[in-house]
């Protein structure tokens, strides 16, 4: 029979461990294990974490769409998948928070980690907007389109009707390539165009397009191409 964690010694219990030393000395594992409180029949909450990660071939793979591991993965059921689920989502949110209201030009890190937070692992294109006023500042941000895995419908009116909203000055556009690569097609370099033209009737700048991949991304700015 396989012990419980109540069982363990209290400075190797996850949750002890944690308010005890923080939340940086715990694994994956551990920390999962806090999340769900008990394991499944035979495996106690850490070690049933632990087979989770390794089939799912690690964190990000666990967290980035739990609900397709449904059925797939033994002891994972609606509750967990809802847990993990939501766990990804405040952590993309809490980037979203940390990005807004900084200056986009002196804040790439914060700006990068948003966006492959909220982008790098989508299945399809989507294409999100970045609204910042006069100083740069980041108002908001904003998906607009969603399209398929080859490319996302987007309608330059619907760009420039979101910027007025936001009181925006400066916009900076963004989309990710589902394959992982950043290269841009001839059809990014078009529609660009044609959002700047656009915005341009309004008086609202386009800053950049960036795309964004796997680790990596490409700034329409940074390559003088815009």
Excluded at 84 to 108: D, W, Y
Excluded at 160 to 181: C, Q, R
């Amino acid at each position: 029979m396989v012990k419980g964690i109540k069982s363990w010694p209290e400075s190797e219990r996850p949750r002890e461990k944690l308010l005890k030393k923080g939340s940086d000395a715990l694994s994956d594992a551990e920390l999962l294990a806090v999340l769900f409180c008990h394991g499944i029949r035979g495996l106690d909450a850490v070690s049933f974490s632990r087979v989770l990660l390794a089939e799912a071939g690690g964190l990000r793979g666990l967290l980035n769409r739990p609900h397709e591991w449904a059925g797939k993965l033994k002891g994972l059921g609606k509750a967990k998948i809802a847990m993990l689920a939501a766990v990804r989502e405040l952590g993309v949110r809490h980037l979203r928070e940390k990005m807004t209201g900084q200056n986009f030009i002196r804040s790439p890190q914060a700006v990068a980690d948003y966006l492959y937070a909220a982008l790098r692992d989508r299945k399809r294109e989507v294409f999100k907007v970045l609204f910042l006023d006069k100083s740069l500042r980041i108002l908001g941000e904003r998906d607009l389109f969603i399209g398929t895995v080859d490319e996302a419908a987007v309608h330059p009116r619907e760009i420039v009707k979101a910027a007025l909203e936001f009181h925006a000055s400066n916009i900076v556009l963004v989309h990710n390539h589902p394959s992982g690569k950043t290269e841009p097609s001839r059809e990014d370099y078009e529609i660009t165009q044609k959002i700047k033209a656009a915005c341009q009737t309004v008086s609202v700048r386009v800053l950049d397009h960036i795309i964004v991949g796997e680790n990596q991304h490409f700034s329409f700015s940074e390559r003088n191409v815009l």
